[in-house]
């Protein structure tokens, strides 16, 4: 028997989830689906690194019981063949260790692990919103949200069913008041800084929902970026199908600073006979869940850009990002110094193949290259596409949005 299944204890327990509904309503405030709290009920209790997940029926899931869900049927896993990529997967090398992570034998059969939240999380998940995405944030008190990515070139042309890379994962310490930090992938349609409908996951440190400084599996999903924003599954949104994995994981096996690297491989595409957009993890593709295409308005259709980066976030002193080292292209400036992503890929064609990104389809975007940047842009036949970002952060001065 496994640690995990020794730990978890058999119960019967009912409890109520504030399903905090991440959008702003006419009088700018939260609201919550109906004004009432939604019981769940748990068939089994795993502790797990210090977080309880309960097994809940997979067609009781938070999410389903919204009534925008009222009817939704669970998809248990993509419908038709998973793109295929131009280049084997195992063709792409590395002395570098991808993560694995889960909660052991899992969940039993037919249910699903949920992460267990408290009022207080889910305030201090409202409060980190507003300070980390505010439409207006107050300069006076030193607000940024700084940004280090490669994204594609935005063209009326421009049409993405999926993105996917493998993430070098740290856990630099944070600094400054409500700091976060992530390395992600994104998808959305429309220009970003104008607002738009958003798909992203990563890894992420974000003390204002997780409690602690631990580097997490970290997803978040948006119709409106500035205004409205969901994290994981602490509003509806995410129908969760994985018995094993739960957004919010803790991940264990972190880089060290010139020394053994670990990534995680996180693959978005969309379905290209039910529409779903399927998050999956991990060198064999394991399907952890999906976001619903009633939920994401223009996302019905396609994405228009794909992202690859990293986000720090926070008042000055603000906080590091990726390794908390730039790239520069010393010797010692790229690889176990700076935080890689690699293997990054799209997909063009609903229903078709991943293809590798190139510097042709990339633009670079850093809006405080004094703190935080991107480079080492390049093809290699070990790795694919990759690129590196980060910074120290520290005293890098005000920016908006």
Not at 39 to 49: A, F, P, R, V, Y
Not at 66 to 80: A, D, E, I, R, Y
Not at 224 to 249: D, H, W
Not at 390 to 401: E, P, R, W
Request: aromatic letters at 12%; one cysteine or more; charged letters at 20%.
């Amino acid at each position: 028997m496994s640690v995990v299944a020794m730990e978890a204890k058999k119960v019967i327990y009912c409890y109520s989830v504030l399903l905090l509904l991440a959008i702003v309503n006419g009088h700018g405030a939260w609201a919550i689906p109906g004004g009432e709290d939604i019981g769940l009920e748990s068939q089994l209790s795993i502790e797990h690194d210090g977080d309880i997940y309960d097994c809940v029926d997979i067609n009781k899931q938070p999410t389903l019981g919204h009534s925008l869900f009222k009817n939704h049927k669970v998809q248990m896993k993509p419908t038709g063949s998973f793109p295929k990529s131009t280049i084997d997967d195992s063709s792409i090398t590395s002395d570098d260790q991808t993560v694995e992570i889960g909660l052991g034998e899992g969940c039993p059969l037919g249910t699903v692990p949920i992460q267990r939240t408290r009022k207080e999380d889910l305030k201090g998940a409202k409060e980190a919103f507003f300070k980390s995405y505010s439409e207006q944030p107050d300069a006076k008190i030193g607000f940024g949200y700084f940004r280090a990515e490669e994204q594609t070139t935005l063209k009326p042309s421009s049409k993405y069913y999926g993105a996917q890379a493998y993430l070098n994962v740290y856990n630099p310490a944070m600094i400054g008041p409500d700091p976060q930090s992530n390395v992600i992938i994104k998808l959305f349609f429309g220009p970003e800084d104008s607002c738009c409908t958003t798909l992203a996951a990563g890894w992420a440190i974000f003390p204002g929902i997780y409690k602690d400084n631990s580097t997490r599996l970290h997803t978040f999903w948006s119709t409106a970026f500035e205004q409205r924003l969901c994290y994981n599954i602490r509003c509806p949104g995410f129908v969760q199908t994985s018995r094993k994995i739960a957004l919010g994981m803790k991940i264990h096996n972190v880089s060290k600073y010139h020394g053994k690297q670990y990534d995680i491989k996180l693959t978005i595409y969309k379905d290209s006979k039910k529409g779903h957009w399927w998050l999956l993890y991990g060198r064999n593709d394991e399907p952890i869940g999906y976001w619903p295409k009633g939920l994401l308005r223009n996302f019905t259709s396609h994405a228009t850009t794909a992202v690859w980066g990293g986000t720090a976030v926070g008042e000055d002193p603000f906080p590091p990002m990726g390794s908390g080292h730039k790239f520069t292209k010393s010797p010692q400036g790229g690889y176990g110094s700076a935080c890689y992503i690699r293997g990054m890929k799209v997909v063009e064609k609903l229903g078709g193949n991943f293809t590798d990104v190139n510097d042709r389809m990339l633009t670079k975007f850093e809006n405080r290259p004094i703190c935080y940047n991107v480079g080492g842009q390049g093809f290699s036949k070990e790795w694919g596409y990759g690129i590196f970002v980060g910074g120290a952060g520290g005293l890098c001065g005000y920016s908006g949005l």
